[in-house]
């Protein structure tokens, strides 16, 4: 295809993804040229300047008939693989609408909504904690469709790699800690669930639209339970959370309003949330790091204690 319109990449991203390694340096080299290619396959045209997260840029565009869309662009990897197939599940309702996409680039054009008004800016953390439970009720409330990947490949990989993660982690409190979050897991993934899951639902992920007052944004499919949705908005506003000077208090004021919102049974959102916490203690491992996140510590001890 010959293109006939100009795609800048921002040196801040070419500079931040392509500090990963080799493939996302080569992903971006191509960039400009894919950029290009959708603005005209899908005749659309520049609305403003781009923005970009950790992984993906994203372009304000106009469609041919004038109406608002955001280009959506990222390396296809195993976390984004189920993207379109969840926005379409979910339909519009509480998340973003999928406009087209291309399958094998991962491209996507999606409904536009203000980038400027997430949820993080909503003063109240108890109004906007409401706000994301009520949205997180309505997502998995959906069924995960067939071919998704599903929570028990994931909980079955995390427990393979506890035994030679573990002993990485410095303090030996942690370690006791990690193998608890572990044998949490264990007890659950014989019944890992088929509700269709966000997987990274926190106030960022979560932007003021025109036909709802808020929608959800940047899903990472994946079919299971509920449980598993919750530590990411556990985790919001933390600084908030210390602030307080009761953080066990304030973190199961939180779980309890997630968990009666969202209708799931509080034994199984203990397991599935240390089954999060302990997801990320092997993420942080592989990238060489001996201690667990102080934050997490504390949510999962204020859990157990809750379970105790």
């Known amino acids: 295809m010959t293109t006939s319109t100009r795609f800048d990449v921002p040196d801040s991203f070419l500079a931040s993804y392509g500090a990963h390694g080799p493939e996302e340096r080569a992903w971006l080299a191509r960039l400009p040229r894919t950029g290009a290619d959708f603005l005209d396959r899908w005749a659309l045209r520049p609305d ?6 950790m992984a993906s840029l994203v372009l304000p565009v106009r469609r041919a008939d004038g109406a608002p869309a955001v280009l959506k662009l990222q390396r296809p990897r195993e976390e984004t693989a189920g993207v379109a197939a969840g926005l379409r599940a979910w339909r519009g309702r509480g998340v973003v609408r999928l406009l087209d996409h291309d399958e094998e680039s991962g491209s996507q054009l999606l409904e536009r909504l203000d980038a ?72 659950l993934i014989d019944e890992p669930g088929d509700r269709l899951l966000h997987w990274d639902l926190h106030y ?11 929608l959800v944004i940047d899903p990472e499919p994946l079919a299971g339970d509920p449980g598993f949705e919750l530590l990411p908005a556990l985790h919001n506003r933390w600084d908030e959370v210390v602030a307080t000077g009761e953080v066990p208090r304030a973190v199961l004021r939180r779980f309890d309003l997630l968990t009666e919102a969202v209708g799931v049974d509080r034994r199984r959102a203990v397991g599935w949330t240390l089954g999060r916490v302990l997801q990320n203690a092997l993420w942080d491992i592989e990238d060489g790091r001996t201690a667990l996140e102080p934050s997490q510590v504390a949510i999962a001890t204020a859990l157990l204690r809750r379970a105790g």
């Open 116 to 187: 400027d008004r997430p949820l993080s800016s909503v003063p109240d953390d108890h109004e906007a904690l409401r706000i994301l439970a009520e949205l997180l009720a309505r997502l998995v409330a959906v069924p995960a469709p067939a071919g998704l990947r599903g929570l028990s490949d994931i909980a079955t990989a995390m427990l393979d790699q506890t035994p030679s993660a573990i002993p990485s982690l410095r303090d030996p409190v942690e370690r006791r800690l990690a193998r608890t979050c572990a044998a949490a897991v264990a007890e």
């Open 48 to 53: 403003g300047p781009s923005a970009h997260g």
């Open 204 to 214: 960022d992920n979560v932007l003021a639209g025109e036909r709802e007052p808020w």
